[in-house]
């Protein structure tokens, strides 16, 4: 067992946490003892539906409890549901290696995992009830003076044992849960193998989309303005010589159209990928987009080169997306966007001081940004309590393409 060595009065905290959840390990423990007595008579089984979910949840927990305390990542275990009935879907648990798992954790947390957090957190109550034991016998005078000099210096002796070795029991614990909970590696190559073909379709279906808005841009827009300017041209070559004047206003109307035509094209380009983005990079970009928003955004960024082409421009847009909702819908003051490559991996975050409350569900246009990372591995997580301030985070998975560093920072 080689991790970390943690604080000891972490290490109590925890163990305290796993006692204080005493209450729903012992019901889950009754549910299963009920489970394994009604199998006898075959009603059992009809428990295992609703237990199966409830122990999975609780494991979960303790899972992100012993990856927050070893302070790295932990892969979880998941419960494959199949969309059947009852029956089919119990059977259907009774194969998957997951659920024998979380079994074999139950019993563990219940045993030696309980005792574990138990001596984590009982040690310095210990010591703290001892040393105030021996003090009281000793004012009382209700005991020989050695019964409470020895309660004493066994106090004072277990303290630096719980110093120096008190998280030792929470780390036996949680090293244990994460070999029980980890994860069959086929099935995580199973999961993975469904995210990236869902993501795969959500991105052919994005691109879909995003073909037919510019179909319908130019169709509306440059389109009907060549239409009109051909039309204004015509007449104006009919009218030259019967009506020179009539002419010449139909021939600065058509100037017009082909500059609002102009217009429209930039508009289309610019959606499918900004000119400046390619010029100077996502951060120039970035910045370029605050300066054109009605409230003042900073911009930090430092990037180690640039990222692929298709990461550029999906972290462009979810940026942009971002600043739109907080001008559309945050009633903010102020915004701020972090640009930032922790190993090998662009991360993204545009806060603003707004009203928060900000959910996937909403229509906010999250959803969109999240399934158009979702196609480079990427991930968003959204901190936005009622009353604000909220903080879109974003990371993506990338190589740089240069080894220069680019710095900014500034405020738009």
């Given at each position: 067992?080689?991790?970390?060595?943690?604080?000891?009065?972490?290490?109590?905290?925890?163990?305290?946490?796993?006692?204080?959840?005493?209450?729903?390990?012992?019901?889950?423990?009754?549910?299963?003892?009920?489970?394994?007595?009604?199998s006898v008579v075959g009603l059992g089984v009809l428990l295992v539906r609703p237990f199966a979910p409830a122990l999975?949840?609780?494991?979960?927990?303790?899972?992100?409890?012993?990856?927050?305390?070893?302070?790295?990542?932990?892969?979880?275990?998941?419960?494959?549901?199949?969309?059947?009935?009852?029956?089919?879907?119990?059977?259907?648990?009774?194969?998957?290696?997951?659920?024998?798992?979380?079994?074999?954790?139950?019993l563990f947390a219940a045993t030696g995992g309980l005792a574990l957090s138990a001596l984590a957190a009982g040690l310095?109550?210990?010591?703290?009830?001892?040393?105030?034991?021996?003090?009281?016998?000793?004012?009382?005078?209700?005991?020989?003076?050695?019964?409470?000099?020895?309660?004493?210096?066994?106090?004072?002796?277990?303290?630096?044992?719980?110093?120096?070795?008190?998280?030792?029991?929470?780390?036996?614990?949680?090293?244990?849960?994460?070999?029980?909970?980890?994860?069959?590696?086929?099935?995580?190559?199973?999961?993975?193998?469904?995210?990236?073909?869902?993501?795969?379709?959500?991105?052919?279906?994005?691109?879909?989309?995003?073909?037919?808005?510019?179909?319908?841009?130019?169709?509306?827009?440059?389109?009907?303005?060549?239409?009109?300017?051909?039309?204004?041209?015509?007449?104006?070559?009919?009218?030259?010589?019967?009506?020179?004047?009539?002419?010449?206003?139909?021939?600065?109307?058509?100037?017009?159209?082909?500059?609002?035509?102009?217009?429209?094209?930039?508009?289309?380009?610019?959606?499918?990928?900004?000119?400046?983005?390619?010029?100077?990079?996502?951060?120039?970009?970035?910045?370029?987009?605050?300066?054109?928003?009605?409230?003042?955004?900073?911009?930090?960024?430092?990037?180690?080169?640039?990222?692929?082409?298709?990461?550029?421009?999906?972290?462009?847009?979810?940026?942009?997306?971002?600043?739109?909702?907080?001008?559309?819908?945050?009633?903010?003051?102020?915004?701020?966007?972090?640009?930032?490559?922790?190993?090998?991996?662009?991360?993204?975050?545009?806060?603003?001081?707004?009203?928060?409350?900000?959910?996937?569900?909403?229509?906010?246009?999250?959803?969109?940004?999240?399934?158009?990372?979702?196609?480079?591995?990427?991930?968003?997580?959204?901190?936005?309590?009622?009353?604000?301030?909220?903080?879109?985070?974003?990371?993506?998975?990338?190589?740089?393409?240069?080894?220069?560093?680019?710095?900014?920072?500034?405020?738009?």
């Amino acid at each position: 067992m080689t991790s970390t060595r943690r604080s000891p009065w972490l290490a109590t905290g925890y163990g305290l946490g796993h006692v204080l959840m005493v209450v729903p390990l012992a019901l889950l423990v009754a549910g299963a003892s009920l489970i394994v007595g009604l199998s006898v008579v075959g009603l059992g089984v009809l428990l295992v539906r609703p237990f199966a979910p409830a122990l999975a949840g609780f494991a979960g927990v303790h899972r992100r409890m012993a990856a927050s305390f070893l302070g790295r990542d932990l892969p979880e275990a998941r419960l494959t549901r199949t969309g059947a009935g009852p029956w089919r879907q119990v059977i259907a648990w009774f194969g998957q290696r997951t659920f024998w798992q979380l079994v074999l954790w139950l019993l563990f947390a219940a045993t030696g995992g309980l005792a574990l957090s138990a001596l984590a957190a009982g040690l310095p109550f210990g010591i703290i009830a001892l040393v105030a034991t021996a003090f009281g016998l000793w004012s009382s005078g209700e005991a020989p003076l050695w019964v409470s000099l020895l309660l004493f210096a066994l106090g004072i002796g277990l303290a630096p044992l719980w110093w120096y070795y008190g998280d030792v029991f929470m780390r036996l614990r949680t090293h244990t849960e994460a070999a029980i909970l980890r994860p069959d590696p086929n099935a995580v190559l199973e999961q993975r193998v469904a995210d990236l073909t869902a993501s795969r379709a959500d991105t052919v279906d994005h691109s879909a989309a995003e073909l037919r808005r510019i179909e319908r841009d130019l169709h509306d827009g440059a389109q009907a303005r060549l239409v009109s300017l051909g039309m204004n041209l015509g007449m104006a070559a009919d009218l030259l010589d019967r009506d020179p004047e009539l002419a010449r206003q139909l021939l600065q109307e058509a100037r017009h159209a082909t500059g609002a035509a102009l217009g429209d094209l930039r508009s289309v380009v610019r959606g499918i990928h900004p000119p400046v983005l390619a010029d100077r990079g996502l951060i120039g970009a970035v910045q370029a987009l605050a300066l054109d928003l009605p409230l003042p955004v900073t911009v930090d960024a430092a990037l180690p080169g640039r990222p692929g082409a298709p990461v550029e421009s999906a972290a462009y847009f979810a940026v942009a997306e971002c600043l739109a909702n907080v001008v559309k819908h945050a009633g903010a003051q102020t915004a701020w966007v972090v640009i930032a490559a922790p190993k090998n991996r662009l991360r993204l975050q545009v806060g603003d001081d707004g009203r928060g409350g900000v959910r996937l569900d909403r229509g906010t246009g999250l959803a969109g940004i999240a399934r158009r990372l979702g196609a480079f591995d990427g991930t968003m997580d959204i901190s936005s309590p009622d009353g604000g301030p909220t903080v879109v985070t974003m990371e993506v998975p990338c190589e740089w393409s240069s080894p220069r560093t680019t710095l900014s920072s500034g405020t738009g």
